[in-house]
T-cell receptor, first 111, second 113 residues
C-alpha cells in the first residue's frame, strides 16, 4: 500500500463548479499535512497547510479526518486557472525534513 | 527577486556520462533538497542538506552525489551508476524552523540516451 494515495483523475469540471479531492495516508502517527499545486511541466508550489480543525483560503477549503486517515481539498467556483495537478503531502516520521508526496490528482476546468 | 534557480532547464546526455545539475537559492534558506519526479509518480527524495558541509541520503540516493560547500548552492551529480537517470529533477529549499514549507526551483529535465 502506498503511503499517500490519491485518485489520479482527471477531474473534468465546468467553470463555476465545486470539486473535491480526497487523499488517504497510511501512517496514523503523521502530524503535518499539505496540499501543493503543480502546473503542467512546472515545479510544485505550496497551496495550503491542512489543520486539524479544517481551514479555508478563499475558494479553497482543506479538511483532515484523522480517524479515517484522509485529507480533502474542496475548490468552490472553479476557474480555468485552477487547472493543475494537486499533490497531497504528508510529513515523514523518520525526519522532520522529509515529506511524502502523493502522485497527484489532475483537475481540468473547462469553459 | 528572491528565489531558486536551476540550470539548465533541459539537459541531454549520453549513457555512461556523469552530469551535474545546478541549484542556487538566495532566500537565505538553511535546508536544501533534491527530488526526482517520474511520470505518474510522486516526488521522491534523493538527498537533502540541513546545513553547510552536511547532507543525508534520501530514499533513492544510489547513483547520485551532492555537495553543500555554500549555503546558497546544492549541486547534484547524476553518475553513470544511476540505472534510470532520465527524469525531471527538482531542487527545493526551506527554513530550518519550518522544513515542511518547501520552495521549489523550476526543475531540470534530464534525458539520457
Amino acid at each position: 500500500r502506498k503511503e499517500v494515495e490519491q485518485d489520479p483523475g482527471p477531474f473534468n469540471v465546468p467553470e463555476g463548479a465545486t470539486v473535491a479531492f480526497n487523499c488517504t495516508y497510511s501512517n496514523s502517527a503523521s502530524q503535518s499535512f499539505f496540499w501543493y499545486r503543480q502546473d503542467c511541466r512546472k515545479e510544485p508550489k505550496l497551496l495550503m497547510s491542512v489543520y486539524s480543525s479544517g481551514n479555508e483560503d478563499g475558494r479553497f477549503t482543506a479538511q483532515l479526518n484523522r480517524a479515517s486517515q484522509y485529507i480533502s481539498l474542496l475548490i468552490r467556483d472553479s476557474k480555468l486557472s485552477d487547472s493543475a495537478t494537486y499533490l497531497c503531502v504528508v510529513n515523514r516520521m523518520d525526519s522532520s525534513y522529509k515529506l511524502i508526496f502523493g502522485s497527484g490528482t489532475r483537475l481540468l476546468v473547462r469553459p | 527577486d528572491g528565489g531558486i534557480t536551476q540550470s539548465p532547464k533541459y539537459l541531454f546526455r549520453k549513457e555512461g556520462q556523469n552530469v551535474t545539475l545546478s541549484c542556487e537559492q538566495n532566500l537565505n534558506h538553511d535546508a536544501m533538497y533534491w527530488y526526482r519526479q517520474d511520470p505518474g509518480q510522486g516526488l521522491r527524495l534523493i538527498y537533502y542538506s540541513q546545513i553547510v558541509n552536511d547532507f543525508q541520503k534520501g530514499d533513492i540516493a544510489e547513483g547520485y552525489s551532492v555537495s553543500r560547500e555554500k549555503k546558497e548552492s546544492f549541486p547534484l551529480t547524476v553518475t553513470s551508476a544511476q540505472k534510470n537517470p532520465t527524469a525531471f529533477y527538482l531542487c527545493a529549499s526551506s527554513f530550518d524552523r519550518n522544513p515542511y514549507e518547501q520552495y521549489f526551483g523550476p526543475g531540470t529535465r534530464l534525458t539520457v540516451t
